[in-house]
């Protein structure tokens, strides 16, 4: 029983700026890795950034200098600041968290949200 539920996502001008948090909740005992990944009509879902429970980070080079992903443990949240956006950024962004339940606590298992669409338009 937990669920990441994203929000932020819409419609901005190339150059903009967009911020997307994934908030999670249930019945959460520790969770590790988070990240955000994306998907464009005809292309395969691929991966954006990850954040660790500790704080280092990996980013796609495409988007490298441009985009920062961020974390607050203390709100079970993940965030992705989005800037100088390009219209090839234009997608479905899903979060994804590494999850250890409390019924099941040795094992953590990935989750993910519903997606938020992105669309950098003039």
Known sequence: ?????????????????LRLSCAASGSIFSIYTMGWYRQAPGKQ??????ITSIGSTNYA????????????NAK?????QMNSLKPEDTA?????????????????????GQGTQVTVSS
Not at 45 to 50: D, F, N, P, S
Not at 61 to 72: C, E, L, Q, Y
Not at 76 to 80: A, I, M, Q, R, Y
Not at 94 to 110: D, F, G, M, V
């Open 61 to 72: 080079d495409s988007v490298k200098g441009r985009f920062t992903i961020s974390r607050d």
């Open 1 to 17: 029983q937990v669920q990441l539920v994203e929000s932020g996502g819409g419609l901005v001008q190339p150059g903009g700026s």
């Open 45 to 50: 879902r691929e991966l954006v950034a990850t």
């Open 76 to 80: 079970n949240t993940v965030h992705l």
């Open 92 to 112: 479905v962004y899903y979060c994804n968290a590494h999850i250890a339940s409390l019924r099941s606590r040795t094992t953590a298992y990935p989750y993910w």
